[in-house]
């Protein structure tokens, strides 16, 4: 079966390692995001479709996916691969910021959800969304992320069970730091790096691949009894404690 895979936050770390994977498997893309000149790039290289788009603008979103249906013929799936990172203590946060948090992350991702709701009932298709090992533990200094993160969990969970029935699968990846754009500036320092690789058991970094490939695995079709999943791509951080030294 031919993907057909809408991409939001296509010219990003992830979600450009993720076009490439699905174009690379005989699939097609229509990549979306804010940043024109960046998109159009990575279109070109892949001979994609692409559109600007307010990834927070749910009605947006909603319209932009509909015409990527229009334009490939159909969907099979939608992975959400946009967001932001803010790393601050609550007393610091500003309410611009937390809503802007919020805006970028979990209201972009209710956007996919909504619009797959109505574009993929016919012929069912997958979902996926991007959380983050932020919202599976306790990290300092991520009040804000973390619930937006974790409300992508439980939006996951919710669509999972709702759309069952239309064969719409919902599932989630949590990465762990992944070396991208957004997050260059938290390995910038030698020291940083070394601190933030010590967080996670497995000794490195995430890539972008890593996670794409995740990504890629869960729009599948053939993984078509995967469903409310969330799948943590983070070196073991979430979930595991080792000895340091």
């Not at 600007?52 to 334009?71: K, N, S």
């Not at 969990?153 to 992944?178: E, H, K, W």
């Amino acid at each position: 079966m031919i993907q057909q895979v809408f991409i939001l936050g296509g010219a990003g770390g992830i979600g450009s390692a993720l076009a490439k994977s699905v174009v690379a498997g005989g699939g097609r893309v229509f990549l979306a995001g804010r940043d024109a000149g960046k998109l159009a790039a990575v279109a070109a290289e892949l001979g994609s479709e692409h559109a600007v788009v307010d990834a927070a603008d749910p009605d947006a979103v909603d319209a932009c996916i509909g015409h990527a249906a229009e334009t490939l013929g159909g969907l099979t799936g939608i992975a959400c691969c946009a967001g932001s990172l803010l790393l601050k203590p609550a007393h610091l946060t500003t309410t611009a910021e937390w809503q802007a948090t919020l805006a970028a992350n979990l209201t972009t991702a209710f956007g996919c959800v909504r619009a797959a709701g109505r574009l993929l009932k016919a012929d069912g298709g997958s979902v996926v969304l991007v959380s983050s090992a932020a919202a599976r533990i306790g990290l300092a200094n991520h009040e804000a992320i973390a619930a937006a993160k974790a409300g992508i969990v439980g939006l996951v969970l919710s669509a999972a069970a709702t759309y069952a029935r239309q064969r719409i699968r919902f599932n989630a990846v949590a990465p762990g730091l992944t070396r991208t754009p957004l997050t260059q500036g938290l390995v910038a320092s030698e020291l940083a790096e070394k601190a933030s690789i010590g967080m996670h058991p497995l000794g490195r970094l995430g890539t972008p691949e890593d996670v794409a490939r995740a990504i890629a695995f869960l729009l599948d079709p053939a993984q078509d009894w995967i469903t409310g999943q969330v799948l943590g791509v983070d070196g073991g951080l979430a979930c595991l404690k080792t000895r340091q030294g």
